[in-house]
């Protein structure tokens, strides 16, 4: 071998080596160092945004080496950490309560604040609902129905009100068993809010039976009544719906947890004469009727009436409450990840609503928003990049689809399976059926179907072992002792290795790309240590046929 070979090899195995070097020590290097720019913060409230915030934070752990705990403890105990200084921010439906129902001191949080929207989405009525042994999977409910159930004027499903509702079922002779939020919730204050508002003579006459003070607007804590059930967080009620011994159950609860759990939800009649169900496109539209008042508090009278025939009328977005000020655990340091965070969850996280039960944020809201992040000490003093922003909101909102002739109040009744049931449910009373517009991924004309069937993989094992047990007897009663979940994913009742469905504290797992700088740099060290291998036995040869 030549002097200049053996220089050609040397140089091409230095500068592979220091490339190398380079993208493992310096990779290192690069990854420490993003882990160590964002000081970890914490949050708490509301389990009706927990599952859009768990993936959110697990995106950002992955991607930017970000810590952000949440703890879903409900609107109310989220809001009272904020205020005893024990969170950087809270998660809440509803804002602070200068005069609190349960006649607590008035909430006053001695740090500025600012509310800053984060998700959109339907407070949702999933149940449990059974027809000659066969799941119903396509209940309708008008909101009178829906208010006199829940304060106990309604009491069997073979009501002639709900009946009136659905046409195309034999309703059930079987006793209705509402089930409520025992903690205080943004959820019950969003739902309660509506009923007072489009419903008051009904909920002030609940009200007064249960000695509330009248007139009564909305509350956190909700009365029990009747045969009515309490259970702790969105994961409770979600989960005492989804038990075997839940049949005849009906709940208010974040659309997402009926998704997860493989439930289906109520089609509400909206204010153009149409059922309809909560999904990202039909609450997309129907926000376009909410006002923002200057504290970017919400005022949904105009959501609720929406005349768009493809809106859901329970439709509403959360809030985070972020510092805007140095006091206490906050930190400009904890402002630069909390800013940070926020510009995530306001672009490219919304992008991800959808799947996760929810609805992006219209960029009225993200652009508001944007002014919000420019408060936080340490955050981005230029807001959130909306040029670069890629909300998909608009798209959502163009595409949206008018509801189908069978979703209209009328003889006839949609079939489809909502929210987490793959199954359709055949017609047991009058009318001719038909296939909702927007039926849910895998959900087709008819059960059984090649595309029911992918919908039962896409809707994972939890939506398949229901369906089991139906089918199966002896399956339904080795499900029978499934476990109940608190909101913080313990069990409360039943066993935790029945395996039935339930609505498990897991957040929904979205593919990241995993393809950046360093695996680039990897490459081309690849690329030189074979150059290093390969060129200079081949250089040898060429110079000997040169001579």
């Known amino acids: 071998m030549t002097p200049r070979i053996r220089l050609i090899r040397f140089l091409t195995a230095a500068a592979a080596l220091i490339v190398l070097v380079f993208s493992t020590v310096g990779g290192v290097a690069v990854q420490s160092a993003s882990a160590d720019t964002y000081v970890p913060i914490s949050g708490s409230g509301s389990t009706w945004s927990q599952n859009a915030l768990d993936q959110w934070r697990k995106n950002v752990a992955a991607n930017y080496g970000m810590t952000v705990n949440y703890s879903g403890t409900g609107s109310s105990a989220g809001r009272q950490d904020f205020i005893n200084g024990a969170v950087d921010f809270a998660v809440s439906e509803i804002p602070f309560q200068a005069q609190p129902e349960d006649g607590s001191a008035p909430e006053k949080p001695s740090t500025a604040y600012a509310y800053m929207p984060i998700v959109a989405g339907g407070t949702s009525f999933m149940y449990n609902l059974k027809i000659g042994g066969k799941r119903v999977t396509n209940l309708r409910l008008d909101g009178d129905v829906i208010t006199k159930i829940f304060t106990g004027v309604i009491t069997n499903w073979n009501d002639p009100a709900i009946q009136s509702d659905n046409p195309g079922l034999a309703m059930p002779d079987k006793p209705i068993v509402p089930v409520l939020r025992s903690d205080g919730s943004g959820s019950t204050a969003q739902f309660t809010l509506w009923m007072s508002k489009q419903h008051s003579d009904l909920w002030n006459a609940f009200c007064k039976s249960v000695g509330r003070a009248t007139p009564c607007g909305l509350t956190s804590q909700y009365p029990g009544f009747g045969n009515a059930k309490l259970q702790n967080g969105s994961l409770g009620v979600a989960g005492y719906v989804s038990q075997d011994y839940g049949e005849g159950a009906i709940t208010y609860v974040e659309y997402s947890y009926a998704l997860k759990s493989g439930f289906p939800v109520a089609k509400v009649l909206n204010n153009a004469g149409y059922y309809i169900e909560p999904t990202a496109p039909s609450v997309a539209v129907a926000l376009v009727g909410a006002t923002i008042n200057s504290d970017l508090t919400q ?31 906050f930190t400009t340091e904890k402002g630069k990840t909390l800013g940070a965070f926020t510009s995530y969850l306001l672009c490219e996280g919304q992008q991800q609503a959808a799947a996760l039960g929810y609805s992006p944020l219209p960029l009225n809201l993200v652009q508001a928003a944007s002014d919000q992040v420019k408060r936080i000490p340490g955050g981005p003093a230029g807001g959130v990049d909306l040029a670069n922003c890629n909300n998909p909101a608009l798209t959502i909102l163009n595409s949206a689809p008018q509801p189908a002739a069978c979703d209209q109040q009328g003889p006839n009744q949609c079939t489809t399976g909502t929210a987490g049931a793959v199954t359709d449910t055949p017609v047991t009373g009058s009318g001719s059926g038909g296939a909702a517009a927007n039926a849910p991924a895998g959900s087709a004309g008819t059960p059984g179907s090649a595309a029911a069937a992918g919908g039962a993989a896409a809707g994972g094992g939890a ?33 935790a290795a029945a395996g039935a469905a339930v609505a498990v504290s897991k957040p929904l797992s979205l593919d990241d790309s995993a393809f950046g700088a360093q695996q680039i740099v990897m490459i081309a060290a690849g690329v030189l240590l074979l150059l290093a291998i390969v060129l200079p036995p081949f250089l040898s040869r060429r110079l000997r046929r040169d001579r």
């Open 299 to 329: 005022e949904l009278s105009g959501v609720y009436n929406n005349a768009d025939p493809r809106t859901y009328p329970l439709s509403s977005y959360s809030y985070m409450i972020i510092p805007t000020e140095v006091k206490g655990i």
């Open 463 to 495: 939506a398949a072992a229901s369906t089991a047990a139906a089918a199966d007897p002896a399956a339904a009663a080795a499900a029978s002792n499934t476990a109940v979940y608190d909101a913080n994913g313990a069990v409360v009742s039943g066993s």
